[in-house]
């Protein structure tokens, strides 16, 4: 169960040479064998080109229509490469569109760092303390960070509402950043506990023969020792800010308040037939995040892979 | 001989009990965050949702205390109640098992040491983070019934024209053909379920003349089934809070074929200020989704294989 996850993400995805050498054995048996071996690898390179279409084809026509020329979004059949390439779209998407979209941009960075700062600092604290000191009922504690992760959360949804509104929370950033800094996500939780668990125990026993307290603990070996985490931590949660609907949807009522998110979904109302505009703002709310993907790709594979594998 | 016992050796328990009393506050002072926020944001709201469940409340006036009301109203005179639940149950039953088997040969294909793996795998994967909002802007223009790529795809293929999101029938399927796109979360948790399966039983496999698809069926899938489950817990869970796209694309549309339960739920909290009936529908989904969690989990044991014991 508490499986060393520093393990795994080692073994997790580097290529492994298990088919590779699987041809090695095939070759050695038979030749009929060998032409299945052929057959099979020839269907996985058609399994492989079929998805790839059919996953890039969107995307590639995201960006396509976000370059069309107005008008030449509706042309039948539909034109692949815009002609001309209007970039021109994404400057009025930002600038002209009839809608703040600069303020909601500024506002889900603001968000997003508030609750990125919140989920590392917090939920590295909280898991530090679930996974390196032992105290009575820790166990069941533990049990019930678990469960709020599978809980739906729609089930809280109302009652939040209420709550946040008897604060006067509501068309406030308040309760879309407060719930992080109390506990930094059941999630994150769950991944630094995981994370901190393997790290030899010697290490805090040492520094506590020499006095060290349990901040410095957690200071000076815990947190440096956790880059990995942190990153993967770092991601998920600027993934899970920059997504937020539900949570933008309820709480923020006021232009200048709102996130891209809902922002975005104020914009197919004023621009609703301009889809190459359209297609432009939405371009904008992705391109961070595939820019994120593609530094960080190792960490984000590796998060989904404790996600996976602390199901176990 | 305890009397006698030198007094260096009996100060060391007390020391170490001091220790273990620091220690343990340390370790409440770490996890109180959490705890806090765990009252406050989770326990509690979960406690006044379910108290609210019985009342009848529209904000402007206190919680009416009303016993079952809201749940014989919703079992017994709501058919949106059941056909919320009808839609996201079509919804979910088709679209998790497809999601699961797409994944699947996704990651099989995926794990394969050939040139350039690792451009196919961004492919796979870049749509599952695509923020939601976008890729809702970007389904509902795809599926455009005028001019959208389906249906110049449908026309290469030389098929008649779909309403997609605006037809009754092809609704629900469209919205499983989005959700589909977003299948590389769980491809990647399958990639390095795949990537964990010991070479040497692979081996073991060939030696005693086992093919490929001997060596899938024998020994990859139920070295799988723990990854399998995982994914397909997380995934009802998932799929029955299905919400964000549909409030975008369709806002429950045509004829309310693809009205949601969260949708709904939504609709009747925040919309009519139904907050004791959504309460209400809150935990009839909570408990549904317990229900049938407990249930995966009771019937994992009879097909999830678990190296080394059944603990899991």
């Known amino acids: ?312 | 001989m305890i009397r006698s016992a030198p007094t260096g050796l009996s100060a060391a328990p007390k020391r170490r009990s001091a220790l273990l009393r620091q220690e343990a506050i340390d370790g409440y002072l770490c996890i109180l965050p959490w705890v806090v926020g765990f009252v406050i944001f989770t326990a509690g709201p979960m406690l006044a949702s379910g108290y609210l469940a019985f009342t009848q409340y529209d904000i402007a006036f206190a919680p009416k205390f009303i016993g079952l009301a809201n749940f014989q109203q919703l079992l017994f005179g709501d058919p949106l109640f059941w056909l919320s639940l009808y839609n996201t149950a079509y919804f979910t039953f088709l679209f998790v098992p497809l999601h699961l088997l797409f994944a699947l040969i996704a990651a099989l294909a995926l794990n394969l040491r050939v040139r350039g793996i690792s451009v196919y795998r961004l492919i796979f994967y870049i749509p599952s983070i695509t923020p939601t909002v976008a890729s809702a802007f970007l389904w509902m223009w795809i599926f455009n019934p005028d001019y959208g790529l389906a249906n110049a795809v449908l026309g290469i293929a030389g098929l008649p024209p779909q309403k997609w999101l605006f037809s009754e029938t092809l609704a629900k399927p469209s919205f499983i053909i989005l959700s589909l796109w977003g299948l590389g979360s769980a491809m990647i948790i399958f990639l390095a379920g795949l990537q964990a399966v010991p070479e040497s039983l692979h081996e073991a496999a060939a030696i005693d003349g086992a093919g490929v698809l001997g060596r899938f069926w024998h020994v990859t899938l139920p070295m799988l089934t723990p990854v399998i489950f995982f994914n397909l817990v997380i995934g009802i869970i998932g799929s029955f809070q299905i919400f964000t796209t549909a409030f975008i694309a369709t806002q429950g549309g045509p004829d309310n074929a693809t009205l949601f339960y969260v949708l709904y739920l939504y609709n009747q909290g925040f919309q009519f200020l139904h907050m004791g009936y959504a309460s209400a529908l809150a935990w009839v989904l909570f408990l549904i989704i317990l229900g049938f969690t407990f249930v995966q989990v009771q019937v994992s044991n009879r097909w999830v294989y678990y190296e080394g014991g059944t603990d899991g």
């Open chain 1, 1 to 312: 169960m508490d499986n060393p996850v520093g393990e795994q993400v080692k073994s997790g995805l580097l290529p492994t040479p298990g088919l590779a050498s699987g041809a090695m054995t095939a070759k050695a048996v038979r030749p009929s064998r060998r032409l299945g071996w052929i057959s099979l690898r020839i269907s996985w390179y058609v399994v492989l080109t079929v998805f790839s279409v059919v996953l890039a084809l969107p995307f590639f026509w995201l960006v396509s229509t976000s370059l069309k020329a107005r008008g030449t979004e509706f042309l039948v059949p539909p034109q692949w490469i815009p002609q001309p390439i209007e970039w021109d779209n994404y400057r009025i998407a930002l600038f002209e569109s009839g809608l703040p979209f600069t303020t909601f941009l500024v506002n889900t960075v603001l968000i997003t760092t508030f609750n990125l700062i919140g989920s590392l600092v917090v939920g590295s604290l909280v898991g530090f303390g679930f996974a390196r000191l032992r105290f009575p009922g820790r166990q069941t504690l533990f049990l019930c960070v678990l469960s709020t992760m599978m809980l739906p959360g729609v089930v809280t949804l109302i009652p939040s509402y209420l709550l946040f509104k008897t604060f006067g929370w509501v068309n406030t950033w308040l309760p879309l950043i407060v719930p992080t800094y109390f506990g930094g996500g059941a999630f994150n939780v769950f991944l630094f506990r995981q994370y901190f668990l393997t790290i030899p125990r010697d290490l805090d026993e040492a520094a506590r023969m020499d006095g060290a307290s349990t901040w410095q603990i957690y200071g000076r070996i815990a947190l440096p020792l956790a880059g990995p985490v942190l990153a993967t931590v770092a991601i998920f949660s600027f993934l899970d800010n920059w997504n937020n609907f539900l949570g933008a949807l309820i709480y923020l009522n006021s232009l200048d308040k709102m996130t891209l998110a809902v922002g975005l979904q104020a914009f197919q109302g004023v621009r609703q037939s301009d889809w190459n505009l359209m297609m432009a703002a939405a371009t904008i709310m992705v391109i961070p995040v595939m820019a994120l993907f593609l530094f960080t790709q190792r960490y984000f594979m590796r998060g989904i892979v404790m996600t996976g594998m602390g199901g176990r």
